[in-house]
């Protein structure tokens, strides 16, 4: 559990710096900048000798979904919502893990979906009808569609790593590249063809960018999806959404981002709601698949 911990404390100041100083650059190449940058960092660790092809290219592809397109739309999104904004609307990961691990292994915990309704809840007390309809509603939909691209990743990342235990000596570290770079190669497409060859960041720019690449990008993922192996999907939904809280009280107090006050109170407590009515269908559940957190 300390790994998911970890892993949502330094995504935190994401949300905000994005909002503040990379707006402006063309959303494909950021994320395909961003992810190449953590490829460079886990090139070196890289060791294929036991990996049957199979096994690579279904580890770029869930790296491709799960980091690639996640980036691509998630970035994209900063055009229309602020920081504080885009951490609130993940709010639906939960959901789709509790949905997709449900589908995937043939059984479902509905406790888990009552704990996402209230932070959907929670999170819609903050915007008005008027104001989704004003320019929202683009960013919105980018935001589900990331989400579903990061929750479908985690819950095949750790299926895999089930049924394929010879992957996870080394913590995972020497395959850990090859979601990366399936990664890289679906976000070189679209910055391809986006914006890349005009894409000139300013030396601040390129400071956070490469902060963005090394640290939430490279360390937190790895962190986040060797902690996912451990945990049963309550707890990893729980987790999803700790994230939130932090992102907005960093791009709030870090950033000086200004919502309504009271409507963000009444949402920070539906999503506070939601973690602990998650908390408690975790225990109830009790042991899943022997995946207890150490």
């Known amino acids: 559990m300390h790994y998911l911990a970890l892993a949502s404390l330094l995504w935190a100041f994401s949300f905000g710096l994005i909002g503040r100083y990379l707006t402006g650059l063309d959303s494909q190449s950021v994320a395909f900048v961003r992810l190449l940058i953590s490829l460079v960092i886990f090139a070196p ?15 770029m ?11 691509a739309v998630y970035i994209r999104a900063y055009q229309s919502l602020a920081g504080h904004e885009v951490a609130l609307f993940t709010i639906m990961t939960p959901f789709f893990v509790t949905l997709l691990d449900g589908w995937r292994r043939g059984r479902f915990q509905f406790a888990y979906f009552a704990a996402a309704a209230l932070g959907i809840a929670g999170v819609a007390v903050l915007f008005s009808l008027r104001r989704i309809g004003g320019g929202m509603l683009p960013g919105i939909a980018m935001i589900q569609i990331s989400n579903l691209c990061f929750a479908g990743g985690q819950v095949e990342y750790k299926l895999m790593m089930e049924r394929e235990p010879e992957l996870a000596g080394g913590k995972g570290m020497p ?50 999806n060797l902690g996912a192996r451990k945990v049963n999907p309550g707890v990893l939904g729980v987790f999803n959404n700790v994230k939130i809280p932090l992102g907005v009280l960093v791009a709030l107090f870090v950033f000086g981002e200004q919502p309504n006050g009271w409507r963000l109170t009444v949402s920070i407590l539906g999503i506070t709601a939601g973690i602990l009515v998650a908390g408690g269908a975790t225990g109830l559940a009790g042991r899943w698949r022997g995946g207890v957190d150490q």
Do not use: D, K, N
């Open 45 to 59: 660790f890289l060791r294929l000798r036991g990996v049957r092809w199979q096994q690579a290219v279904r580890l």
């Open 61 to 71: 592809l869930i790296g491709a979904v799960q980091y690639g397109v996640m980036y």
């Open 175 to 224: 395959h850990f590249g090859l979601l990366y770079l399936g990664a890289v190669l679906v976000t070189g497409v679209f910055a391809a063809t986006s914006g890349l060859a005009a894409f000139r960041p300013s030396s601040e720019q390129w400071v956070v960018l490469l902060y963005l690449g090394a640290i939430p990008s490279a360390v937190a993922f790895f962190l986040w």
